[in-house]
């Protein structure tokens, strides 16, 4: 009986032990999970920095270069006015001259 009594007494702790295994397993991988999620967190957070960065200087250089264009357009359309005005006499006796002989 004393066997058996040991027996008993060996797979008790036996379980035991077996619950705490598990236990601790269950433990380190929720650890395991937040740390991983954590540090998936924080590299997308770092990623969305760099892509929101990115976006900012895209849209720099793209303001300049509107900017640009802005300018070259008034100031061609200054040198149309400028011609225009240069020769809208001349311009307009020439209309009226063909109207006028025709």
Do not use: P, Y
């Amino acid at each position: 009986m004393e066997i058996l009594q040991q027996i008993i007494d060996m797979d008790k702790s036996a379980s035991a032990r077996v619950e705490m295994a598990v236990e601790e397993e269950r433990r380190l991988s929720d650890e395991s999970g937040e740390k991983s999620s954590k540090a998936f967190e924080e590299t997308v957070a770092a990623e969305r920095a760099k892509v929101e960065e990115f976006c900012k200087e895209q849209q720099k250089i793209l303001d300049e270069r509107l900017s640009k264009s802005d300018k070259t357009i008034a100031e061609e359309c200054e040198k149309l006015d400028e011609r225009f005005n240069a020769h809208k006499e001349q311009w307009k006796a020439e209309i009226i001259s063909r109207i006028t002989e025709g």
